[in-house]
């Protein structure tokens, strides 16, 4: 039996990209809920407004890089900043192949790995067996 992820969050501008992605959760059955936020700055107010209410954290977030307001890199900056009560997996999901921005991702200590869009059903489970690993 697959643990499901409870909350998966989605920072990302393509209502596209968080349609199929959310898609290929549902039709994989990994994800009881989804919170959705079109830029950096919208998900970082919420997140820190549910940290505050003691709410329901997500487990993972899948965080795009090219945003308006704040990028995924502001995000990131700002959100390690913020003290959270819970393991939080944080996988960037970008377009960008640049070896550059791949490194950078990997010298957060949040990020756990770059996945480059489109997203797959193969990837979402390599993210969840990393999930589940993780947790153990």
């Known amino acids: 039996m697959k643990k499901k992820i409870d909350v998966a969050c989605i920072i ?9 992605a959310r898609k290929v959760m549902e039709l994989a059955d990994v994800c009881n809920g989804f919170l959705i936020y079109s830029n950096g700055q919208e998900a970082l107010e919420a997140l820190q407004s ?28 700002e959100f390690v900043k913020v003290p959270v009560h819970k393991k939080i997996i944080i996988y960037i999901v970008s377009s960008s192949v640049d ?32 999930i589940e690993h993780l947790e153990d």
Not at 57 to 69: C, F, K, R
Not at 115 to 123: A, G, L, N, Q, R
């Open 50 to 77: 549910l940290i505050f209410a003691n709410e329901k954290l997500p487990d993972v977030i899948l965080l795009d890089l090219n945003m308006p307001i704040l990028d995924g890199w502001q995000f990131l900056e």
């Open 12 to 20: 990302d501008d393509d209502p596209i990209f968080i349609f199929g």
């Open 99 to 130: 070896p550059q921005d791949v490194l950078r991702a990997k010298s957060f200590e949040i990020v756990s790995n770059y996945i480059v869009k489109p997203i797959t059903m193969k990837s979402l489970v390599t993210v969840l067996e990393e």
